[in-house]
Antibody
Framework: EVQLVESGGGLVKPGGSLRLSCAAS????????MTWVRQAPGKGLECVSS????????YYADSVKGRFTISRDNAKNSVYLQMNSLRAEDTAVYYC??????????????WGQGTLVTVSS | EIVLTQSPDFQSVTPKEKVTITCRAS??????LHWYQQKPGQSPKLLIK???QSISGVPSRFSGSGSGTDFTLTINSLEAEDAAAYYC?????????FGQGTKLEIK
């Protein structure tokens, strides 16, 4: 059974940092691209960052470029999102999802349960 | 950036009714259009991929169609458990984008 389990969310002050982790199991992690999608309270979905299987291809939304860094460790079956210089508008539930292909393009076929990030003073 | 516009934003429907949700892309995306269902308090779930391909475990009352710029998600014989928000998503080009969502309420 495919499982994606996010952790690392919490309350942080504006300008602060957080590192989100997503632990994957039930599939060959190194064969799939991975993505982080966020959802602000009561709002829709936004793809924040994506990474290909060998980390060769990485994508960032303009809203987070220069502040967030995505990475993956295929030996640990995990993907990470380092979030720096956090702003109030980054407040959201952050979902880790598997991309059905090796790259950054494709449907998001499995999703984690999400981790809440709240940026507030 | 490819903009996806869904309609309607909200629909209140009765069980057994047939529901149609549309998603229009700002430029042609072939069939790289996917549909997700998100029930309250849950993460999104893939319903239909590549416009019309069914997903294992998803009830057969859900179907998709379309290509280019116009796409449709159809729910035949709606059930109470289908109360949720529905999102379309394009993966033709970066940034991946989602529609604004359609909320279905069951009367």
């Amino acid at each position: 059974e495919v499982q994606l389990v996010e952790s690392g969310g919490g309350l942080v002050k504006p300008g602060g940092s957080l590192r989100l982790s997503c632990a994957a199991s039930g599939f060959t992690f190194s064969s799939f691209g991975m993505t982080w999608v966020r959802q602000a309270p009561g709002k829709g979905l936004e793809c924040v960052s994506s990474i290909s299987t060998s980390s060769t291809y990485i994508y960032y939304a303009d809203s987070v470029k220069g502040r967030f860094t995505i990475s993956r460790d295929n030996a640990k079956n995990s993907v990470y999102l380092q979030m720096n210089s956090l702003r109030a508008e980054d407040t959201a539930v952050y979902y880790c999802a598997r991309i059905s292909t090796r790259d950054r393009y494709g449907d998001f076929d499995y999703w984690g349960q999400g981790t809440l990030v709240t940026v507030s003073s | 950036e490819i903009v996806l516009t869904q309609s309607p934003d909200f629909q209140s429907v009765t069980p057994k009714e047939k529901v149609t949700i549309t998603c229009r892309a700002s430029q042609s995306i072939g069939t790289s259009l996917h549909w997700y269902q998100q029930k309250p308090g849950q993460s999104p779930k893939l319903l239909i991929k590549y416009a019309s391909q069914s997903i294992s475990g998803v009830p057969s009352r859900f179907s998709g169609s379309g290509s280019g710029t116009d796409f449709t998600l159809t729910i035949n014989s709606l059930e109470a458990e289908d109360a949720a928000a529905y999102y379309c998503h394009q993966s033709t080009s970066l940034p991946n984008t989602f529609g604004q969502g359609t909320k279905l309420e069951i009367k």
